[in-house]
C-alpha cells in the first residue's frame, strides 16, 4: 500500500459560483469602467505580496493606465477606495 501523506492540493476553483460578484475597476488616465470578478481581484492580490497598502491594479485596455478599483476590501482587510486618491 502506498499512502501519499503530506502531499496537499491546494486548487480552489469554482466552476459554479452562485455568487457573481465583480468590482469596479476605473482607470486613472481615461476613467474608462471595467467590471472584473472579484475571484480574479482575490486571486491577483493573493499573488501580489508586495506592499498591502497598495490594491491589486489592472492596466487598462483603451491607454494602458492603471485602473484602480472604485471599492474593494481586500485579503489583509484593507478598503481601497478611488475617492481616497482622488
Ligand atoms: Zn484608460
Avoid at 21 to 27: G, L, M, P, W
Avoid at 43 to 52: Q, R
Avoid at 53 to 62: A, D, I, Q, V
Avoid at 79 to 85: F, T
Amino acid at each position: 500500500k502506498t499512502r501519499q501523506k503530506g502531499k496537499k492540493k491546494k486548487k480552489n476553483i469554482n466552476l459554479n459560483q452562485s455568487k457573481k460578484q465583480s468590482v469596479s475597476f476605473v482607470c486613472l488616465t481615461c476613467h474608462e469602467k471595467e467590471e472584473i470578478p472579484l475571484s480574479v481581484v482575490r486571486d491577483f492580490d493573493l499573488m501580489d505580496d508586495g506592499d498591502p497598502t497598495t490594491p491589486p491594479m489592472f492596466s487598462c485596455e483603451k491607454c494602458g493606465g492603471r485602473m484602480y478599483p472604485e471599492y474593494y476590501e481586500g485579503v489583509h482587510g484593507i478598503k481601497y477606495r478611488l475617492s481616497d486618491i482622488l
